[in-house]
């Protein structure tokens, strides 16, 4: 068979092919990548791989589950790709970028304040809220340096919140 031939009859299975299993791989990967106009260029991807190796001589036994494994690999690497999203994409979805930083200064200083009234506490509920919140230790660690049980530090840390709070609330 000459060249032409063989190129031919690849042209028409792949054709075939594409007829029939075009429609499902768009659905699938679609699904998988939430976007249909980036399933459709998936699927054209991959046809067109499948061609490119047909042409260099590979050989497929089962066309369907060929198709399936390109896609796939085609899906992972779109997961893959660094996304990044313009302003302009995201203020059409409705973020709206905001200049004020109000509400940062009053958590900043709803903490500060936080920080003071927890001087204000009985010693051990201070201890351990200062080891939770300002050293950012777990409740294992706050265990071990307290020589109580993870149990009885986090009553102790939650009991500390709520007196906390109270006193907050008082403020």
Do not use: C
């Amino acid at each position: 068979m000459t060249d032409k031939n063989q190129k031919k009859e690849k042209g028409v299975v792949l054709t075939k092919a594409y007829h029939d299993y075009a429609k499902g791989m768009r659905s699938y990967s679609s699904f998988k990548t939430s976007d249909s106009a980036t399933g459709d260029d998936l699927v054209q991807d991959t046809f067109i791989k499948t061609w490119k190796y047909l042409v260099k001589g590979g050989k497929i036994n089962l066309m369907r589950a060929f198709l399936y494994h390109v896609l796939n690999q085609l899906i992972i690497d779109e997961y893959r790709k660094h996304k990044t999203a313009s302003l302009d994409e995201l203020i059409e979805k409705g973020f709206e970028p905001s200049i004020t930083t109000s509400e940062r200064i009053f958590d900043i200083f709803d903490g500060k304040i936080a920080l003071l009234l927890i001087k204000e506490l009985p010693e051990k509920y201070q201890r351990v809220l200062r080891m939770r919140y300002i050293q950012d230790l777990s409740l294992e660690e706050i265990s071990l340096i307290t020589k109580q049980s993870k149990n009885a530090t986090a009553v102790q840390i939650h009991r500390g919140l709520e007196k906390l709070k109270k006193l907050y609330n008082r403020t």
